[in-house]
């Protein structure tokens, strides 16, 4: 290898290595099983959701009921919602989701996050959208582990001087 001198040299050196110097983004395709539906898995919490995606009259479905007779909040109902009124394709997509683990509110928000990716593997061009307002991202927190010498994970037993 030669010796470098200068920065101009180290950038053309740099590009010698890599080709061209300039990267290409990622070209998202769509992935669709044999029945031509979209699956994706949505985490939350303990929650996992499985969810498929294909084009229908805006069904959705999980665990084989209603997702209104499922989820009785609406808080729960928005959330599930969310990503599609993002996506502007409300009513255009039918939806069935298995969901496992955790309670309601971890469960909810898991179908949202495997709706989300759902539509992204049948749409791809939604991704900017859905992922701006920060669907597709995995939100990580779980419940931290009780520790020995204390109530809770980090509440300490009520002190007492007599």
Known sequence: MAELNSLEELGGAVKEVTGSGETEAPVHVQKLDAHGRAYATGKRKD????VWLKPGTG??????????????????????????????RDGQYDIVATVTGGGLS???GA???GIS????YYEPELRGILKK??????????????KYGRAKARR???FSKR
């Open 47 to 50: 929650a996992i959701a499985r």
């Open 59 to 88: 069904k959705i479905t999980i665990n084989k009921k209603t997702y209104d007779a499922y989820f009785g909040r609406p808080v729960l109902q928005m959330l599930i919602h969310q990503p599609i009124k993002a996506a502007n």
């Open 106 to 108: 971890g469960q909810a």
């Open 111 to 113: 179908v949202r996050h």
């Open 117 to 120: 990716k759902a539509l992204t």
């Open 133 to 146: 307002d920060g669907f597709l991202t995995r939100d990580s927190r779980v419940v931290e582990r009780k």
């Open 156 to 158: 300490s037993f009520q």
